[in-house]
Each structure stands twice: as C-alpha cells, then as structure tokens.
C-alpha cells in the first residue's frame, strides 16, 4: 500500500489489485459510518482509494501504511436485476474469444453474479466485477465513435452498461432499456461501489 498526499486534506490510498481496492473502500466506509473516520468523499478506483476532505491526512497516512485491512464482505444491498437483449454487434467475437458459441455468452453472462467494483467514464458507469479471468477480452482495435445509450460490454475483467451515447471501445454484447442515470432520481446512479447486479436475458425485439 502506498498512500500520497493531494493538496492540503486528501489522500490518495494506492493498492495491488481490485480485490484490495474494494476491501479497503468498505473497510473506510465503515469507520466513516461508525465514526472512526472524518472524510468527506471516499472515492473508489481500479486499484486506489481516493480520500478527500480529511482533517488530518499526515496522521491518517502514517497509520494506513500499517493497516490491517479485512476482505470485504459481501454486500447486503439488494440485487439490482437488469434485462438484456443479448444481440451486440460484438457478440460473435466475443464468442469466439472465449471459444463458445454465440448463445453461451448470454448463458454465462447472465448467470454471473457482479458487483459494482467503481464508477466513473461519465455518470452512472459502473464497472462491474464478477467473470472468471478466463473471460477477459480486448478492447476493440478501432474503438466506435458512438455507443448507443444501454448498450451492455465487456472490456478487460469488466462488464459496463453505457448510460449515454458517447464514444467508446468496448466489446458490445447485447443491450438493455434500463435507465442508469436519472437526474430527477434520488439518488441519481442506479449503480454505487458495492451494488450487486444480476443480467436477466430477455428476447429479442
């Protein structure tokens, strides 16, 4: 664990993998709930936690580095179900990437339980955990200048439902009318660090 300062009152918690990044964000969350910690945002990364608004950073720096971080427990937020069309544009690559058929890709999609590891790329983004490493893909070589809203991808150890058109590389694999981002939702993000999400197969329109 390396921890860094950034400006006066944040931290930034460098770690070795996405399993330590999310168990030291829950175990941060819970000191802040049980009122060992005083921050006021607690941002998870790929492999760093972000602290910001922290009364004393120097001291809480010297006694992370000789932490003792517990493996995060399983969440117990109920599991956000979200209904996909498995029909991507990708989907015949990402089969033969992981040298299935066409239908298993949906198969064992769905039947993976994730977890929202951390958010970002543009509002309601979550990067989602749960698929062995067997079924890492590549990015796309070329990525596509326009991703249509719901689209759902894999890319790396991550599966992602984009809640807006925007560019993007990831491999498309089917595609949901979810909405992850609502402004007018309270709160906002249908997806937070933590959150389990399960992939319902429905038929194709």
């Known amino acids: 664990m390396r921890v860094l300062p950034v400006g006066d009152g944040a931290l930034l918690v460098e770690v070795s993998s996405g399993d330590e990044a999310r168990a030291l ?13 005083m921050v006021r945002e607690i941002v998870p990364a790929a492999r760093t936690v972000l602290l910001d608004g922290l009364d004393d950073p120097v001291g809480l720096a010297s006694e992370l580095t000789s932490a003792e971080v ?27 990437h992981w040298g299935v058929r066409e239908e298993d890709v949906a198969r064992i999609h ?9 958010c970002g790329f543009a509002p309601g983004f979550g990067y989602l955990t749960g698929l062995p490493p067997r079924y890492d ?48 939702r309270v709160p906002a993000a249908l997806l937070s660090p933590g959150t389990r999400v399960r992939f319902v197969p429905v038929e194709c329109s």
């Open 70 to 96: 517990p493996v995060a427990a399983r969440s117990e937020q109920d599991t956000v179900d979200i209904p996909v069309r498995y029909d991507g544009p990708d989907l015949a690559d990402v089969a033969a």
């Open 25 to 37: 964000h829950a175990e941060l969350l819970r000191r802040r709930a049980e009122g060992l910690l």
């Open 137 to 184: 893909v590549p990015r796309r070589a070329t990525p596509r200048t326009s991703v249509p809203a719901g689209s759902v991808a894999l890319a790396g150890p991550y599966t992602g439902v984009y809640p807006r058109s925007s560019p993007g590389g990831w491999q498309l694999i089917g595609r949901t009318d979810t909405v992850l981002w609502d402004h007018a």
């Open 110 to 118: 769905a039947a993976t339980e994730f977890s929202v590891a951390f």
